[in-house]
């Protein structure tokens, strides 16, 4: 048995081949367009009806999983080179075209959010499911060819690695057995067998420990976060890629992740050029129904390659906001949140004006306010910046956030009592800069937003096989 893909890749022509699928479409009783999910393409199956037992005919709706044995012949068609010639058909599993919720059609993508089990049965999704996981396979090769070891980070955990409190609970309480204090609330700290856990929230801390003593390390696992965020940008439960490296400073950390970014991009666009085609002219069909002035300069391929060949601007916060006070971003000429201070965490919509607006062209920005980050970042020598960087992409916003780490006991000890961190909660992570500590940096990359900004999705709902959202956690 070949797959779809092989067939069309193979010189086999006139040989017998056997091919199982879902029929897509039945045409005039003669043409069945089979998709196995190996590619987008079908691949159209010529039945001789006359010779095929009516029964037989009824049950190719459209869903139904068939096997079909012919001949690979060259194609009359316009749009495909080969065609079987079918001389023996049989329906593996049938599929009643009164209840079957995917027509061949074109559905919403809220509509098929809602059948997300069969969703992957219909071009667009299997287009950007067979991307994300090339994009999977590009990101371990990566790494593994760059001397990375991959590292495997715990999902329930003790501490909070960002220390925003947007953790989830863990909890083998049952409902009405859990313990509760004074006040009637439940009581956490007993929650995993007389600890307090949460679901992590980043492996970060855990990877950090890694990188000093195997030097490169990365993880590539979920993560979750109980912000209560309904945008087209966050999920509750996500997949973060961490790499962290010893004796690496934050220039280097800005070297890695721009480079890994452009060669995972550069990977797919070789590998995946037929659903990427796909996905583009999707997009083009859409643009169409914009006003002229709102159609995006590039096409979906173009702006990979771009990005992909040219070099991200690298920008401090300080200039950042410099260039944002500066600026007039729209007809009211002015933004939402404007930026009047130093010091302001920057808004989606400013990140979206450097990169779309100013700059054209992915943005590092680094060097932020200290007090608008996480405790663990590098001190700066003007003691109010730290050493974090976040990469903005067009389209997306911020794709990845990290920073070169603060390796001084001292500072790190001194940063934790000010926010309030025990350090008993944390005491493994600070044996890190009691023990042979040195300088380390890293990154996290949202998997999601990346898998967006290749697919060109607008909502991070569709590129995820079964979204966790603060509506959605069915399935
Ligand atoms: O900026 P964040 O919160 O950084 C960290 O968690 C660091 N500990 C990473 C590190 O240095 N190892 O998250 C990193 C990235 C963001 O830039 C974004 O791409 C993605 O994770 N992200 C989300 N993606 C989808 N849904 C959410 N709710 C996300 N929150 C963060
Ligand atoms: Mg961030």
Not at 51 to 66: F, P, Q, V
Request: aromatic fraction near 10%; hydrophobic fraction near 35%.
């Amino acid at each position: 048995m070949s797959t779809i893909a092989e067939l069309l890749r193979s010189d086999k022509l006139l040989q017998d081949v056997t091919i199982k699928g879902w029929v897509r479409t039945f045409r005039s009783n003669r043409f069945i367009a089979l998709n196995d999910g190996s590619t987008i393409n079908n691949i159209q199956c010529v039945l001789d009806f006359e010779n095929t037992d009516e029964s037989l005919l009824k049950r190719i709706n459209t869903g139904a999983a068939i096997a079909v044995t012919g001949t690979l012949v060259e194609s009359q068609g316009k749009g495909q080179k080969v065609e079987i010639q079918v001389a023996n058909i049989e329906v593996l599993g049938d599929s009643n075209p009164e209840e079957y919720p995917i027509q061949p059609k074109r559905h919403s993508l809220e509509y098929l959010r809602e059948n997300a089990h069969l969703r992957i049965r219909t071009n667009t999704f299997s287009a950007v499911m067979r991307l994300r996981s090339a994009l999977s396979y590009a990101v371990h090769k990566y790494f593994t060819e760059n001397g990375f070891y991959n590292f495997h980070a715990p999902i329930i955990t003790g501490s909070d690695a960002e220390g925003a409190g947007e953790m989830f609970k863990v909890t083998n309480f049952e409902a009405n057995k859990a313990p509760t204090d004074e006040n009637g609330n439940i009581d956490y700290s007993q929650d995993f067998f007389g600890k307090e856990t949460n679901l992590t929230v980043s492996g970060q801390l855990e990877a950090e420990t890694y990188a000093m003593a195997l030097g490169k390390v990365y993880t590539f696992g979920p993560t979750f976060r109980a912000e209560n965020s309904n945008t087209t940008r966050h999920l509750a439960e996500f997949w973060m890629i961490e790499p962290e490296m010893a004796f690496h400073d934050l220039d280097m950390n800005m070297d890695l992740a721009e480079d890994f970014i452009k060669s995972v991009i550069k990977d797919v666009l070789s590998t995946c050029k037929d659903d990427l085609a796909f996905l583009e002219n999707r997009l083009l069909q859409e643009e169409k129904s914009k006003p002229a002035n709102q159609r995006s300069e590039m096409s979906l391929i173009e702006k990979l390659k771009f990005v992909s060949d040219n070099n991200f601007k690298r920008v401090s916060y300080t200039e950042a906001i410099d260039i944002l006070r500066n600026s007039k971003p729209n007809k009211k000429k002015k933004f939402q949140f404007p930026v009047n201070e130093w010091g302001v965490d920057l808004q989606s919509e400013h990140e979206r004006y450097l990169v779309e607006k100013h700059f054209k062209c992915p943005v590092i920005l680094f060097d932020y306010p200290a007090n608008i980050k996480a405790f663990y970042m590098r001190l700066n020598d003007d003691g109010k910046t730290v050493r974090a960087m976040d990469v903005l992409f067009p389209g997306i916003g911020e794709i990845v956030g990290g920073a070169q780490r603060e390796e001084r006991l001292d500072v790190l000890k001194n940063k934790m009592e000010v926010l309030g961190i025990e350090e008993e909660e944390l005491w493994w992570y600070l044996d890190t800069r009691k023990f042979g500590t040195a300088v380390h940096s890293g990154f996290g990359l949202g998997f999601e937003r990346l898998v967006q900004f290749v697919t060109g999705m607008g909502n991070i709902r569709d590129v995820i096989p079964f979204p966790r959202t603060p509506q959605n956690a069915e399935f």
